[in-house]
């Protein structure tokens, strides 16, 4: 299209298309927690599809999508400003240039998306859109490994309560955003060519077809108690602050001890496990069954020597711990820390000096069940949660949204948790300090939560579940190769040609 425009408009058109791409990435969004306008997040797709349409070059179509992903993050993880200026206690002017930074950078994904599919487009809508669509979902997949990996906004999050989030199970999150981009995309390429709507159609038989399958199967039925402290993140860490916060999460659990499972979030005590012991054995004595929460440890490790990690521990009628692997940039561990350390209070918040798990870990057991344990965002990660879910009768999320404030980061973080009971046929028991804590039951629905922002206890009732989804015993791999192969026949037919 720009290219039969006069060169006088050309400006103009460009100006006008980058201020849309800007404008669909802000949108996007609004398909997620809280909102839930999920159409969106496909008509956001559908708007990028047709700009980068018309770029006359490869660099132009990776600034336009860069402009898509600059709208994407800076509305949907405005959450990050919450964390650096109110809780990293940086100034309003370097927050807000610490922001532009990750934004700048995490755009960068989707303009690689833009000028990847540039190269690859071959004028054939149906080539075009199964290539636009690979490249999207494969972008999803590298953003859950690359770095430290920032797996947010995926589209799949935002169909979770579609028909099309049945496939969950068969293919993970990046199946649903496949299906999802690829019925949008065919339904806006269909105005020209009235049978692809044939093809829009396609995800969505799918799921009608498999919607009653079931997967897994419950075995033991068990009571539980999710405790919710609410404890206020300026006075957590100070050391005066230890005892309270123990009296506090020990009165909410008096009336929670008959339960089967009690579990505390994510560092519910702030005293490390070896001090706190004492104190933890006595909660094991009180309680009919097992108590999991969260605690710092101190220890030593062959590969990077002694220091603190986060853990879980299970305490009463169980055993063992897990150590968190994936650790969050900057608020667990500092980049360039020789560099960074002690610049700003938000590159020495006093869980920076913590120290990863190993990969491979053994399940903790409560109660003669296996439990798959993601601490904070690490429920972000299908594979990962996957991985450790095949072997478990139970996912238990703790974790700690304070540094979220009252920003959509929480709502997003619980829409995120949700997906991985559904892709892993399994219930997740998600205990927070301030909110969202709840119970997700196998289908990714929510039986039960708290409110936001105050103290409580939820209560409920559960079952230990057997078998696997598809997902659980091939992961993210049959739709990697699948967008693999519909991108490489793309570029075949665009060499050929």
């Known amino acids: 299209m720009a290219s039969h425009l006069p060169t006088k408009l050309k400006p103009l058109n460009n100006k006008i298309l980058g201020a849309a791409a800007l404008f ?46 600059v709208g994407k993050y800076a509305a949907g993880a405005s959450w990050i400003y919450v964390s650096i200026h109110v809780h990293g206690q940086a100034p309003i002017p370097l927050a807000l240039m610490l922001v532009a930074v990750f934004v700048g950078g995490m755009a960068v994904f989707p303009g690689v998306y833009g000028w990847c599919w540039f190269h690859s487009r071959v004028g054939r809508p ?20 690359f770095l430290t990996g920032f797996p947010w906004l995926f589209t799949g999050y935002a169909l979770l309560d579609t028909p099309l989030a049945s496939l969950a199970p068969l293919g993970g999150v990046l199946l649903v955003s496949f299906a ?27 799921t009608w077809l498999i919607t009653d399958q079931n997967w897994v199967s419950p075995t033991k039925q068990l009571s539980v108690a999710l405790v919710q ?6 006075t957590k860490w100070q050391p005066e602050s230890a005892q309270p916060i123990l009296d506090r999460y020990a009165s909410l659990s ?3 001890w008959e339960n089967d499972l009690v579990i505390w979030p994510e560092a519910a005590i702030t005293v490390p496990y070896k001090g706190a012991l004492t104190y933890l054995k006595g909660m094991a ?32 009628d169980g055993e ?16 360039f820390e020789s560099v960074l350390r002690g610049v700003i209070t938000f590159f020495n918040l006093p869980m920076s000096t913590t120290r990863p798990g190993a990969k491979q870990q053994a399940l903790p057991t409560a109660i003669g069940l296996n439990v798959a344990i993601a601490i904070c965002y690490e429920v972000a990660y299908p594979g990962m949660v996957a991985t450790d879910a095949a072997a478990a009768n139970l996912i238990v999320n703790i974790s700690n949204d304070t540094w979220f404030g009252r920003s959509i980061g929480p709502m997003q973080h619980m829409q995120i948790a949700r997906m991985r009971a559904l892709e892993n046929g399994r219930y997740l028991l998600r205990a927070t300090n301030n909110g969202i804590t709840a119970i997700v039951a196998p289908n990714g629905k929510v039986v039960s939560q708290l409110p936001q922002f105050q ?13 696997l989804t598809p997902y659980s015993r091939w992961f993210d791999m049959p739709i990697i190769l699948l967008s693999a192969f519909f991108l490489a026949v793309a570029v075949v037919v665009r060499r050929r040609n």
């Open 455 to 467: 103290q409580g206890v939820l209560v409920g009732q559960v079952a230990a579940m057997e078998g």
């Open 229 to 234: 402290g609410n404890i206020a993140q300026e």
């Open 285 to 316: 004595d009180r309680t009919k069954g097992a108590l999991i929460l969260g605690v710092p440890v101190l220890e030593s490790a062959s590969d990077d020597g002694y220091g603190q990690r986060n853990a879980a521990v299970v305490v009463g």
């Open 126 to 145: 149906p080539i075009d859109v199964m290539s636009f669509v690979s490249i999207w979902v494969l972008g999803e997949w590298v953003l859950t490994w």
């Open 180 to 206: 999802g981009l690829l019925s949008g995309l065919f339904v806006f390429e269909a105005w020209k060519r009235p049978p692809l709507l044939l093809a829009a159609a396609v995800p969505w038989l799918i």
């Open 320 to 335: 063992g711990r897990y150590i968190k692997r994936k650790l969050v940039p900057f608020g667990e561990f500092v980049p």
């Open 24 to 69: 669909a990435g802000a949108i996007y969004p609004l398909a997620f927690a809280p909102f839930q306008w999920w159409l969106i997040a496909l008509v956001s797709g559908v708007m990028l599809y047709g700009i980068v349409q018309n770029a006359a070059t490869g660099r132009r179509a990776f600034f336009w999508a860069w402009l898509f992903g």
């Open 254 to 256: 008096e009336s929670a």
